[in-house]
């Protein structure tokens, strides 16, 4: 039997409305409680943000009187920045010195409607949630610079509801308490912006190298691109991702009508150069900013980095920069006359390309680049070709003369050690045609140091090659034998004991006695005895058995005093013995630029200073120099006479004698002397301007020689000479003027006490037969006058330890 089908009854049409409509009637009720709910919710939470929470909101002191930790910060005397010290790098900066493109670009991006709200922009909420919801997720940001400025200062970064409230709480009191120019100025010196930079005038400086005044649209966009991700976005270690950021920000300006299309097309065409970590100052004063921060921290201890104090250093920043050239160009010329001692080291190159790429990356983080001279790996080879990878992924390419420097390790015959093969670590530099040649890390330091003489002001300081290969500040710290250069101060004693650049001292072999058992001391000059000498000849040569002569002469003890006593060299390191007379004591570059200053100024002690004035965040003083200045209040070190005689002999040695070098910058006003120690371990030039007085030295840390055939004519002088080309540039010619008390007999200075005849001493250790004829016709006598007593030292005096060996000066 079938069943029949069944089926539901019909409902009637008006029963079917009725449901509907009670449908519609339950939605409407749904999204009405809904509403409510939200609403009651809102409320609660309303409710309890004002009655608890923001009574608990903390006062806006931090704020509205901002204290940050302000870095120490190191200027030159004509206020270029030259470096600064501290756990955050800020420089703060009022809203109306701060670019409108910088202004207009963190706008754009960071809050475009900041002059219309009232610190939560709830069009830019409810924009911000739509976005949300039609990509799915929380990634578009409603937080506006106030609440920034809130999060930033007193909260954290968790994404908390209670944080969030904390922070539109915070954002409406401090727009109740500050202008909105107020909160942008402190947003804009107070943001982290990456690499320790807090503030965009830091990060202006850190990126770009710039002042904040000075940078384009095109890196004021860049920077603009920070606040939002610091690290993703950091233009030194992610460049790509930092581009695409900034043409963002570029088209929302040009939206907002804040540039015009011609600035946009502009700012996106700009190759944006960004500067490496620690090249952010445009002067290398490296051992100079060292220095300042000792002496800070002595007295402030931690303090010293986060106070804001400013030190402005004496350095001039032009002079500076020309210091630390001449250093550069003297080591690396010395270096390529050495040759080529092979590559840094070596890597195996994988053979796939990522691989390869990552362990390239890997190995030059061992091996920092070095100013110009930058750390390469070697990928492919040939004797006419050399293709090299650097650490920002670009590849070199070097041929012709730019692989003259290192052809013996291209030879198919060059040892392991010399041998440039793929995976080799070398160093290239970029020459003047912009070729890239191969190069190599010097072995070999070198310092400059200069000052005003008047009063002692350090104007330029270069410690050594590279500070950060080595820290050790060789004008300051490296006691190292003086050479020839203290041959000065034994004549500058004898003027004192009636000898003039006219007296004739014998330039011949002697013997000293060097104590029992022990070989007789017989120094020699590089050139054969040259007989009968005057003075002036003699420094000019650099003639070592006169000036040795002379000391015996005038007697050691009485050197070492004079010497230390109106000079300023340690007693302790002037050992009362003949070598002195060729630099056999200890001095530092900094002690002998302040012992010539005293020639240089006419006879007055003055102490290099390097700080003239330190100031707190709020420029007050806290400390000022107050030096001593030759003609006012420094003590006279020397008779004037005395100054202007050395300053004309010395004249002499850099004119004719073996300073002629410096004849390449055509003035009549330099002074100075050259100076080599035995085999050649230093080479020295002291040497002066009436305005400026420098000091250069090359040599090794771990004393050895420079090389049988250099001298500190070689080594030194061309550091000295490129210095004073520049820092002398448009300085007119000034001569010591001559002070009372000196007669000038056939063109040569004498002291009125001391003439022909009345105290003058005429000669030493010449016999009348051995007298050219000239000279003996110059001072009308037959037979010269003798020495004066010599404090009973005569040729007596204790000869060197044998060690000492053999001290000269090249030519």
Not at 133 to 150: D, H, W
């Amino acid at each position: 039997m079938s069943i029949p089908p069944t089926f539901d009854p019909p409902i009637p049409l008006s029963k079917s409305r009725t449901q509907a409509g009670f449908s519609g009637r339950r939605l409407l009720f749904m999204i009405g409680g809904l509403v409510l709910t939200l609403v009651l919710i809102g409320a609660l939470i309303t409710a309890y943000a004002l009655i608890v929470m923001r009574p608990q909101l903390p006062a806006l002191d931090v704020i509205t009187d901002y204290q940050p930790k302000v870095p120490l910060r190191i200027y030159s005397a004509d206020h270029v920045l030259l470096g600064e010290f501290g756990e955050e790098k800020r420089s703060l900066v009022k809203l109306a010195d701060i670019p409108a493109n910088m202004k207009n670009a963190v706008l754009a991006i960071e809050d475009a409607r900041f002059y219309q709200h009232g610190g939560v922009d709830y069009l830019g909420l409810v924009r911000a949630v739509g976005a949300d919801l039609i990509r799915g997720g929380a990634k578009q940001g409603a937080s506006t610079i106030t609440m920034q400025v809130a999060r930033n200062v007193f909260l954290s970064n968790e994404k908390t509801l209670t944080r969030k409230i904390y922070e539109v709480l915070l954002a409406g009191k401090i727009e109740a308490a500050m202008s909105k120019d107020d909160i942008l100025q402190l947003y804009m010196n107070q943001i982290y912006l990456g690499q320790r930079a807090f503030g965009f005038a830091a990060a202006a400086r850190v990126y770009f190298g710039k002042e904040l005044k000075d940078i384009t649209l095109a890196q004021a966009a860049m920077l603009a691109g920070l606040p939002k991700a610091p690290s993703a976005y950091n233009p030194v270690v992610n460049p790509k991702r930092a581009q695409i950021r900034q043409q963002y920000i570029l088209k929302r300006m040009l939206g907002l009508e804040y540039i015009t299309q011609q600035q946009y097309d502009a700012a996106m065409a700009e190759d944006i150069q960004v500067k490496a970590p620690g090249s952010q100052y445009n002067v290398h004063a490296e051992y100079v900013n060292e220095m300042v921060r000792l002496m800070m921290y002595a007295q402030y201890k931690e303090d010293t980095y986060t106070r804001g104090i400013s030190v402005t250093t004496t350095i001039k920043a032009e002079d500076q920069r020309a210091a630390y050239d001449a250093v550069r160009k003297g080591v690396l010329d010395y270096d390529r006359r050495h040759g080529y001692r092979g590559p840094e080291g070596n890597i195996v190159l994988p053979s796939d390309e990522d691989d390869r790429q990552d362990a390239i990356d890997d190995v030059l983080d061992n091996h920092p680049d070095d100013d110009t001279l930058l750390a390469a790996v070697v990928t492919e080879v040939s004797p006419k070709q050399v293709k090299a990878m650097l650490r920002n992924d670009t590849e070199v390419v070097i041929t012709g003369d730019g692989l003259r420097f290192a052809a013996a390790g291209l030879s198919p015959k060059a040892s392991a050690a010399l041998r440039i093969q793929p995976g080799a670590i070398i160093r290239v530099v970029l020459d003047a045609k912009k070729n890239w040649q191969i190069t190599q890390a010097p072995q070999v330091q070198a310092t400059l140091i200069a000052l005003t003489p008047q009063d002692g002001a350090i104007r330029a300081l270069v410690g050594g090659f590279d500070f950060a290969q080595s820290k050790f500040n060789h004008a300051t710290q490296a006691w190292r034998q003086p050479g020839s250069t203290f041959k000065p101060f034994i004549y500058s004693a004898a003027l004192e004991k009636g000898y003039g650049p006219a007296s004739i001292v014998n330039d011949a072999s002697v013997s000293y006695p060097a104590g029992p058992g022990q070989d007789n001391w017989e120094p020699r000059d590089d050139d054969p005895p040259a007989g009968p000498t005057p003075i002036r000849t003699a420094l000019q040569k650099s003639v070592n058995l006169v000036a040795i002569r002379l000391l015996a002469a005038i007697g050691v003890n009485y050197a070492q005093e004079f010497t230390t006593q109106h000079f300023g060299f340690d007693i302790e390191k002037t050992p009362p013995y003949l070598p002195l007379a060729l630099g056999a004591g200890q001095t530092t570059p900094l002690q002998l630029a302040a012992a010539y200053a005293v020639f240089a100024n006419g006879g007055y002690t003055v102490n290099p200073y390097l700080i003239s004035e330190v100031t707190d965040t709020h420029g007050k003083i806290l400390s000022k120099a107050q030096p001593l200045i030759a003609e006012q209040n420094a003590p006279r070190a020397i008779d004037a006479r005395n100054s202007y005689i050395m300053t004309s002999m010395l004249q002499s040695v850099a004119q004719r004698g073996t300073a002629a070098g410096s004849n390449v910058l055509h003035r009549t006003d330099l002074a100075g002397k050259t100076g080599t120690t035995n085999d050649a371990v230093d080479g020295w030039f002291a040497g002066y301007q009436r305005s400026l007085t420098a000091v250069a030295w090359m040599g090794y840390d771990q004393p050895k020689s420079l090389g049988s055939k250099e001298f500190g004519a070689q080594l030194a002088l061309p550091i000295w000479v490129e210095y004073m080309g520049r820092a002398l540039k448009n300085v007119p010619q000034q001569q010591m003027p001559m002070p009372a008390g000196i007669t000038v007999i056939n063109g040569e200075p004498y002291y009125d006490n001391f003439t022909p005849g009345n105290g003058f001493v005429e000669s030493l250790g010449v016999e009348a037969s051995s007298f050219p004829a000239a000279v003996a016709e110059f001072f009308g006598f037959d037979k010269p006058a003798a020495a004066p007593a010599n404090n009973g030292s005569g040729n007596n005096e204790p000869a060197p330890p044998a060690s000492r060996g053999r001290l000269y000066d090249g030519h």
